[in-house]
C-alpha cells in the first residue's frame, strides 16, 4: 500500500478452458470430411498486476494487467468491485481490440 486509499499488488493465477461437444449427426466439413466431435482444451498461467483504489466504503475501482506466456496473451481488466458484486471490462488487445465484460459474485469469509 504506497497511499491510505490505494494498493498496488502482483499474482499468478492458472486459467484453464474446456469444450467438448459431440454432435448428433455428422456434419459434411469439405469432400468427404465430416465432423462428428470438438473438443479442446487451453490452459495457462497468468501473471498479473494491478492497483486497487478505494473510492468509497463499500467500492473499489480496480485496473489489472496481465501475461500469459504460454499463448503470449496479454489481458487487461478495469471494474468496480462492492461487497459481493464486481462488474467492469476485460480488454484483450489481440490485433483488433476485443472488449468482454464481465459480471463476478465473490463469497468472502
Known sequence: TFEEKATVYLGAKYSQAMLSVK???PVAIVGDSKLSEIKFKIDDM????????KTSPKRTVVAQMAY???Y????ARVGVEGPCVEFGLDIFPEGLLVFYPYWAYHWRF
Not at 497468468?46 to 483504489?53: L, V
Not at 503470449?72 to 489481458?75: E, L, S
Open 46 to 53: 497468468f501473471y498479473f498486476t494491478g492497483i486497487t483504489i
Open 68 to 70: 500469459g506466456p504460454k
Open 23 to 25: 454432435l448428433s449427426s
Open 72 to 75: 503470449k496473451k496479454i489481458v
